[in-house]
């Protein structure tokens, strides 16, 4: 499967980001982004409003922020499915925890049970992602 | 799709790549696709702040 870069602005002009077109458990994001430094995949909790998942509490994880600010992020109970679509392709799916934190600006996808299940080549300069499963 | 400094923070709903809805709550945007007989073909997603970095877990 291939696809583009997103294009971004941003206060050092437009700049070009990895992003998937991906599902959680039918719920279609656009441009997820794929930050393949995090360690695991990493939703705004408004979106658990709509998967309406069993979260498990006691198994929060105090996160990091790359600035220095830290809170927790809480994982689903269950692994939920992830799906990654093309026109002209068949779908790639497969099943992974995702976690949710309240005030998550992103959507990203991390290397636990999500970017480490894909064989991903970047093309930065042509702006293109392969992928594979 | 071009994440815009104007939808910074926003929720957005776009098809083929075109903004065709905003709103700053997603459950609010859902509402407002619901309603479309194409909602379908729509794609949600969070443009995240105009200078951003990601995280680590800790």
Avoid at chain 1, 57 to 80: H, L, N, Q, T, Y
Avoid at chain 2, 12 to 28: I, R
Wanted: glycine share 8%; charged share 25%; with cysteine.
């Amino acid at each position: 499967m291939e696809f583009e870069y997103t294009k971004k602005e941003c206060d050092l002009g437009t700049v070009f980001i990895p992003t998937l077109p991906i599902s959680f458990n039918g719920f279609p994001v656009g441009h997820a982004l794929i930050d393949t430094g995090a360690e695991m995949t990493l939703l705004p909790m408004e979106i658990n409003n709509i998967l309406q998942l069993e979260l498990d509490v006691e198994r929060s994880i105090d996160v990091g922020s790359a600035g220095g600010g830290k809170f927790k992020a809480i994982p689903s109970k269950k692994k939920i499915l992830f799906t990654l679509e093309h026109s002209g392709f068949r779908p790639l799916s497969w099943k992974g925890t995702v976690y949710f934190a309240p005030r998550q600006d992103a959507i990203l996808l991390g290397q636990y049970q999500c970017l480490s299940e894909l064989t991903i080549t970047l093309d930065a300069p042509n702006h293109k992602i392969y992928v594979n499963l | 799709m071009v994440f815009s400094k104007k939808n910074a923070g926003k929720w957005v709903a776009s098809k083929s790549g075109k903004v065709v809805a905003t709103a700053s709550k997603l459950e609010v945007l859902v509402r407002k696709i619901d309603t479309r007989k194409d909602k379908k073909s729509i794609r949600f997603d969070k443009v995240p702040p105009a200078n951003f970095v990601g995280f680590y877990g800790v």
